[in-house]
Nanobody, 120 residues
Framework: QVQLVESGGGSVQAGGSLRLSCAASGNKYSRYCMGWFRQVAGKERERVAAISAFGGTGYAGSVKGRFTISRDNAKNALYLEMNTLKPEDTAMYYC??????????????WGQGTQVTVSS
């Protein structure tokens, strides 16, 4: 079992930056694909970014060039650096883990989420 706890959300003006963090429990973290998802009430959940166990990354087109995902395996930590934020980035952001080294497929574990609100 893996527990994930997000932090770092908040309110920011358009053009600003935020850094989300995710703390993971367990001793298999380094072997897992990790991802950041977001969801707005009434809409489908969207995968924002993912990072494989080998460090390969992928991004949704809407955030490419603005967001950066990274991981620190020594700290069992996952990060999402978000720059040039836009009002449409407003959502609940979730950290997720997939018990596989690669990121193609469903995620097994989810955090509780952290709210990001971007005002214009």
């Amino acid at each position: 079992q893996v527990q994930l706890v997000e932090s770092g959300g908040g309110s920011v003006q358009a053009g600003g930056s935020l850094r989300l963090s995710c703390a993971a429990s367990g001793n298999k973290y380094s072997r897992y694909c990790m991802g950041w998802f977001r969801q707005v009430a009434g809409k489908e959940r969207e995968r924002v970014a993912a990072i494989s166990a080998f460090g390969g990354t992928g991004y949704a087109g809407s955030v490419k060039g603005r967001f950066t995902i990274s991981r620190d395996n020594a700290k069992n930590a996952l990060y999402l650096e978000m720059n040039t934020l836009k009002p449409e980035d407003t959502a609940m952001y979730y950290c997720a883990a997939r018990s596989d080294t690669y990121c193609d497929g469903p995620y097994n574990y989810w955090g509780q989420g952290t709210q990001v609100t971007v005002s214009s």
